[in-house]
């Protein structure tokens, strides 16, 4: 069954780096999302994106993120200038339809931790 | 926010136990979709209830809808060690390119 995939599976960065975390949606999905979970808490909302721009974003997707469809598969989180705070597993999904008509296919994150 | 409310927040039950968690949430929504969760893991999509739904069944799932009162509940028949897991309700709204996620119930299944 195709899946989700993002690499690092975990990332080690210093307050005030810059960090790209990766995602390969599935490759017939045409939408795609970054949510993000600190230490098994709530799952929060990100960004959505389709057609090569951003459709929806949260409170938290602030200036220091953006995203990204470099190519044809790829999919990136940037982080400008990391925080402690945004230490947190980062989810990468992807769907065939809006969020709001279809169910939606998670990788397996990457965890972020800023030191 | 409209993020939902699970309720439990935890539940412990021995294996062969049914396990049932509810969710509320707040706004208008067009579907509502549980999901599951394994430690360090991602989510896994288990159901999709639509707004003029009021019950689902797959295999050992069954979700109710009432959106009079904006909840929602998953029952897990004969439960198994390998259910444990956090279940998450998440909401979709009409025309919104997003699922607010619910904080989770987290169940343990004993052997």
């Known amino acids: 069954e195709p899946e989700v995939t993002q690499t690092p599976s975990h990332q080690v960065t210093q307050m005030g780096q810059e960090v790209i975390l990766r995602c390969v949606p599935i490759?017939?999905?045409?939408?795609f999302y970054w949510y993000r979970q600190i230490l098994g808490q709530k799952v929060e909302f990100l960004v959505s994106?389709?057609?090569?721009?951003?459709?929806?974003k949260s409170e938290i997707f602030d200036d220091q993120f953006s995203v990204e469809r470099p190519d044809g598969s790829n999919f990136t989180l940037k982080i400008r200038s990391t925080k402690l705070e945004d230490s947190a597993m980062y989810f990468c999904a992807s769907s065939e339809a809006p969020a709001y008509n279809s169910p939606l296919h998670f990788g397996n994150g990457t965890r972020l931790t800023v030191t | 926010s409209q993020q939902g409310e699970e309720d439990p927040q935890a539940l412990s039950i021995q294996e062969g136990e049914n396990a049932t968690m509810n969710c509320s949430y707040k706004?208008?929504?067009?579907?509502l979709q549980w999901y599951r969760q394994n430690s360090g893991r991602g989510l896994v999509h288990l159901i999709l209830i639509r707004s003029n739904e009021r019950e689902k069944h797959s295999g050992r799932l069954r979700v109710t809808l009432d959106t009079s009162k904006k909840s929602s509940s998953l029952l897990i028949t004969a439960s198994r060690a390998a259910d444990t897991a956090s279940y998450f309700c998440a909401t979709g709204s009409w025309g919104a390119n997003n699922l607010f996620f619910g904080t989770g119930t987290r169940l343990t299944v004993i052997p």
């Open positions: 994106f389709y057609n090569n721009e951003i459709s929806e």
């Open positions: 706004t208008s929504i067009n579907n």
């Open positions: 490759s017939n999905h045409l939408y």
